[in-house]
């Protein structure tokens, strides 16, 4: 940016210096005359100093929109593998947009970045500024596929720029869905959204092969069989498998979801928009993992945590 110096022969020594100077006005830049000026031409003096302008960060979040519908969240007492907190009950729904991936690696540090986010993960401006958002990637066992922080600035590993963000704490989830416009998913609509008009066990059906999600192929479902049992044990790029009939991606497997509410118990009547437990201490986590039984990858199946992990990530709601 230029930085022009308007000199003015020491205004402070006024129109006695400007006398001897021959009445004349210099504007100089870096020592040297620009354009001068008698002061008999001249009513006024404006300094103007350009304001910054920060570049636009692009997230680029892809939606699709889900329709407002009625179904039946939690799991039949039929089903194999049920847990005792997935009580039935009918929840109807109002129409939403949610992101077709899992954020990020990319788009988790170009919110950090913007933000001014720091190596400890706190946004002191945000709405949580005595909380972390993020945790760089460690490599123990070799799970080092989230972000470093590395030359004041946050950064993915690489090649793993397009795999979802890990190592997020429900807060480092919230404050981006804010940046973002959106908001987390209440855990109604994760289950909704997940299902996609299903009833089975997954939105595939009742099984869950090797080759429709990121998961531990050596414990498919019930009698359910994988042509691969050998799996990549770790997070893989966004949409490396098929979508749902949503046209949402990974909603099984790959990494847990965060989701917006508390965990609590299931209501027993029909619901509409419901938005979890009024209080709690953990927070719900929706989905499976890359290193999860199929089992725990069911539409149906709920877990909670209480901090943050490298198999844990989020996507996030708009309105419609």
């Not at 989830?173 to 299902?195: K, M, N, S, V």
């Not at 009833?199 to 099984?207: A, E, Q, R, S």
């Not at 080759?211 to 479902?221: D, F, H, K, R, V």
């Not at 209501?267 to 419901?274: S, Y």
């Amino acid at each position: 940016m230029k930085k022009i110096i308007l000199s003015i022969a020491l205004l402070a020594c006024s129109l006695g210096l400007l006398h001897a100077q021959n009445d004349t006005m210099y504007i100089m830049r870096q020592g040297k005359v620009l354009s001068k000026h008698k002061v008999a031409e001249v009513d006024s003096i404006i300094f103007y100093k350009p304001a910054v302008i920060k570049p636009i960060v692009t997230l680029d979040i892809a939606t699709a929109l889900i329709p407002a519908g009625t179904f039946t969240m939690g799991s039949s007492t039929t089903e194999i593998s049920r847990e005792n907190d997935e009580t039935q009950h009918q929840v109807t729904l109002s129409a939403f947009k949610m992101s077709k991936y899992e954020t990020t690696n990319l788009q988790f540090a170009a919110f950090l970045n913007a933000k001014g986010v720091g190596s400890n993960g706190i946004y002191t401006a945000g709405a949580y500024p005595n909380q972390i958002l993020i945790y760089a990637s460690i490599s123990p066992y070799d799970f080092d596929f989230g972000l470093h922080y590395t030359n004041s600035k946050w950064v993915p590993v690489a090649d793993y720029e397009n795999t979802p963000v890990i190592f997020v704490t429900w807060y480092g989830a919230i404050e981006f869905a804010t940046y973002a416009g959106g908001r987390l998913p209440t855990e109604a609509e994760w289950e909704y959204a997940c299902r996609a008009n299903t009833t089975t066990p997954f939105n595939t059906g009742t099984c869950l092969a090797d080759a429709q999600a990121n998961y531990n192929w050596g414990t498919p479902y019930s009698t359910c069989t994988n042509n691969k049992t050998t799996f990549p044990c770790k997070t893989q790029a966004v949409g490396a498998y098929a979508a749902n009939a949503f046209g949402l991606y990974d909603m099984h497997g790959n990494v847990w979801e965060w989701c917006n509410d508390w965990y609590g118990d299931y209501p027993t009547t029909a619901q509409t928009n419901p938005t979890g437990a009024a209080t709690g201490s953990l927070h719900v986590i929706r989905g499976g993992s890359w290193h999860d039984y199929a089992e725990n990858c069911r539409s149906a199946f709920r877990l909670y945590d209480p901090g943050y992990y490298y198999w844990i990530g989020f996507r996030i709601v708009l309105a419609p």
